[in-house]
């Protein structure tokens, strides 16, 4: 077979792509910036170079109006973000987040859908410090955000099994290799040396100083995920690029790949679209680090820098078909993909409580609504995991659910964990519904700017008033994926609830059903604009005929799809109708 010559896309680079060129591998000005006192903001073009180093500037949108009426600027904060491959933190790390989240955060820790540690409130001439701190316990910020490899996930438990700790490893070593080689992070924040770039490559071709990315990185964002069957619960398809791991007679002998997966799409537009990754074949573990090397640079080649929107790894494949990819990742590799293995999944949760390891070890897993680790009435949940922490007896495991695992605990140290567990008020969340259980939300308003409705602070409302529902229908204890977002952005992966609300504007969302339980099919759009009352009245019916009618064992997302409710999304563009 002839390969397909492509051609990367035409047209002139996008004011994002035109500012990385000028950035001199992610310097800009930003020094200068930063030790500007006379505003707590920067310029958009030194906010978007802020995001390659791991945070993104903010404001409080709830008194935004009030501070234009009194002529002040916006009340300025930025969000800091930490990558902790596949969610393993140690106790000392965990102090260190929490110290800096009372010193010079908003007082609280929010742990995200990427398995990464988020501090809001940070004020500008505060970055420096905190980002300091945070490298001096082994963490690092740099590629959190940006036009680059995001948190590698993978299951927040090595302990599990010898496969699950060789997978983790995989995890922290995808994380090195791909991470940006410019020494310009430590120049701003660490005071390192600055190094002069050198004007020559040594390697014709190789760029030498980002010898994977280039001097202008990626056209947008590259996520990577790791699953363990028959747990998906990094939701593997939303990936650009999936590995799940292939166990034979008890050894891990490689990963099935999927490439093109991804969640954000844009409201109205229908060339953009969620989209579940597709298999391409299996590699030996050897071979991980060389296959998301070339994938990138591939995305890096051929990804549209002229319209950001149109610029994720989705829409390169999706444009130029997964035959060529395939063709164009082989030549490089310079080998072929075996074909994929059988696997299966199950689901996508978190398994709650205490469960043992095969090294004898403890962990605790319990539920944290929205990710906000925050003290309240019923829970001083940040105080208690602040004295727990002070014991070094267990690490501290963010999932993919936004749920925290106290991990790799001795069972000496258990009855005393246990104590200060109960002392403190923080549960598993036996005792809540499982929807609630089984729920994720963004952010949202008051502080991403993309917002157009709640999420974090509305979820909890909504989940109250379709509680007595499901208890009256018998339904109370049954899993069902709800998943909100304030925007069609896909922070919190929406398209793969089993429910799903997409913010349109304030109070108002469209709602999506019918995505597996096991994360490999996408939810399809049931109403649009809809508030909470109309919410609530849709879905009374609906659940009561699921607590009628369904077969034994299917889920709700299997049961809107064969009770005609919604169609079964084939492709990403069945998102939108």
Known sequence: MTKQKVQPIGGPPSDVEQLKIESNYLR???????????????????????????????DDRDVRNERQKQKLEPSYQFMLRVVTPGGVSTSEQWLAIDT????????????????????????????????????????????????????????????????HAEVHKWSEALTTHLAPKTPAYHEIWLDGEKVEVP?????????????????????????????????????????????????????LIGFNVTVGGGMGMTHGDTNTYPQLGRMIGFVKPEQVLDIAEKTI?????????????????????DRHGLEWFVEELEERLGWKLEPARPFHFENTGDRYGWTKNKNGSWNFTMYVQSGRIIDTEDSKLMTGLREIAKLHACDFRLTANQNLM??????????????LLEQYGIGDGGELAAIRRSSISCVA????????????RYLPTLIDRLEPILTEAGLRDEDI????????????????????????????????????????????LYRENIGEDEIVDTLKPILNHYSADREQGEHFGDFVVRSGYVSSVTDGRDFHS
Not at 222 to 230: E, S, Y
Not at 297 to 317: E, H, L, P, W
């Open 28 to 58: 800009g000005s930003l020094v200068e910036t930063l030790a500007n006192r006379i505003t707590g903001g920067m310029s958009e073009l030194d906010n978007r170079l802020m995001k390659f180093h791991g945070s993104y500037m903010q």
């Open 297 to 317: 640079m591939i995305q890096r080649d051929y990804g549209n820098r002229s319209v950001r929107k149109y610029a994720r790894f989705k829409y390169t494949i």
């Open 100 to 163: 800096l989240a009372q010193k010079y955060g908003c007082g609280n820790i929010r742990l995200t859908t990427r398995q990464a540690f988020q501090l809001h409130g940070v004020l500008k001439w505060n970055l420096k410090a905190t980002i300091r701190h945070i490298n001096d316990v082994m963490l690092t910020t740099l590629a959190a955000c940006g036009d680059v490899n995001r948190n590698v996930m993978a299951n927040p438990n090595p302990e599990q099994s010898d496969i």
């Open 199 to 251: 004007k020559a490559a040594k390697i014709e071709g190789v760029d030498p100083v980002e010898p994977i990315y280039g001097p202008v990185y990626l056209p947008r964002k590259f996520k990577i995920g790791i699953a363990v069957p028959p747990s998906n619960d990094v939701d593997v398809y939303s990936q650009d690029l999936g590995y799940i791991a292939i166990v034979e007679k008890g050894k």
């Open 481 to 524: 994926n709800i998943r909100m977002t304030g925007c069609p952005n896909g922070c919190g992966r929406p398209a793969l609830g089993e429910i799903s609300f997409i913010g349109k504007s304030p109070g108002k969302y469209n709602m999506y059903m019918g995505a597996a339980f096991s994360g490999d099919r996408l939810s399809k």
């Open 445 to 456: 308003l008051p502080t991403c700017g993309l917002a157009m409705a709640e999420a974090e």
């Open 406 to 419: 106290l991990g790799n605990m001795k069972s000496a140290k258990k009855k005393q964990i246990a104590a």
